[in-house]
């Protein structure tokens, strides 16, 4: 049997760190929400004990270092389930992005491997797995728009926040997580984004105040960086987005749209530039 999971990219509308912890994880408060960038896993069983991963894309990692890979293992080991499996990974979210394209594989492969081996995980389990796999995994298992906390991992589900047009505009540069946690500094933080007037504009359905809402701590760690994610920020603004900010730890940057006919002129704007470039939709 051959089963297909969709593992849809997030952007942080929001992200504040608060403190970093005794443990060198950081404790965050960030509202988070999907978008219809999706990578897709195609999962069969095999009879022999094993896990093979493969990709059309070229440039991540196939053995134990693939966080699907990490999923399939963990689910096994804890579940018992002596059979293997074969993920085939089709790649559409960029890599390394700041959109938690591998943390959403892994979540996918969590849910698929649950149905596909009938194991009947509840949810919160689920997601109790996909912490140890990484801090966006449990957000990724269970999608939708939530308030996270803690390091990532303490979910509180909220309204979809008002429909509108995301641009994704990816710089070819790569951004480590753990090296931009690494050089923030929170006791220099000077203001700080608020997530309860964020998630009063969203159950609001003030698409105005979203916009002015929006913010993310670690932007300046990534601009000092990368000056060029700063360019971008300034051109998607300027071509017309009424929102815009670097989603996670970066290099991709959205913009937030209400308006279709502004849409062609963004794009293109930013496709003189920058290779890769996505208009996408919030997923509800
Ligand atoms: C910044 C965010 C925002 O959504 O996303 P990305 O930019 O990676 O997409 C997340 O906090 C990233 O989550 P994730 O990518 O799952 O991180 P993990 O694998 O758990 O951790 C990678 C490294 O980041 C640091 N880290 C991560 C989460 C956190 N709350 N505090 C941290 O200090 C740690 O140094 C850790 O070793
Ligand atoms: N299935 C996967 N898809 C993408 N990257 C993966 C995957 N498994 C492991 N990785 C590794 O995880 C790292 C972070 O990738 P990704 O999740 O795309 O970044 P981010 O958390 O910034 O959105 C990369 O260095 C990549 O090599």
Not at 209 to 223: A, I, P, R, S, Y
Request: hydrophobic share 40%.
């Amino acid at each position: 049997m051959k089963i297909y999971e969709k593992a849809p990219a997030k952007i942080n509308l929001l992200l504040d760190v608060l403190r970093k912890r005794e443990d060198g994880f950081h404790e965050v408060e960030m509202i988070m929400t999907m978008v219809d960038l999706a990578d897709r896993l195609e999962m069969e069983e095999l009879p022999r004990d094993t896990i093979i991963i493969s990709s059309q894309a070229g440039y991540i990692p196939l053995d134990e270092k693939n966080l699907a890979f990490q999923a399939a293992k963990l689910i096994k080991d804890r579940y018992d389930v002596r059979k293997g499996v074969y993920i085939h990974l089709d790649k559409k979210i960029p890599v390394a992005a700041g959109l938690a394209g591998g943390s959403s594989d892994a979540a996918a492969a969590l849910r698929g491997l649950n149905r596909l081996w009938g194991l009947q995980i509840p949810e919160d389990e689920l997601c109790k797995l996909g912490a140890e796999l990484g801090s966006d995994v449990p957000f990724c298992v269970t999608g939708g728009t939530a308030l996270a906390t803690g390091r990532g991992e303490k979910l509180e589900p909220i309204a979809t926040p008002p429909q509108c047009w995301v641009v994704l505009a990816k710089p070819p540069i790569n951004v480590s997580t753990a090296d931009v946690y690494g050089k923030f500094r929170a006791n220099e933080l000077k203001t700080h984004p608020s997530a309860a007037d964020m998630v009063s504009a969203i159950e609001r359905g003030s698409f105005n105040d979203v916009c002015d809402g929006l913010g993310n701590v670690l932007e300046n760690v990534t601009l000092g960086l990368h000056p060029e994610v700063l360019q971008l920020k300034e051109s998607m603004q300027r071509l017309g987005a009424d929102g815009v900010l670097m989603s996670g730890s970066g290099p991709t940057v959205f913009g937030l749209v209400s308006k279709e006919a502004k849409l062609a002129r963004i794009y293109n704007g930013l496709r003189g530039f920058c290779k890769e470039v996505y208009v996408v939709r919030m997923l509800t």
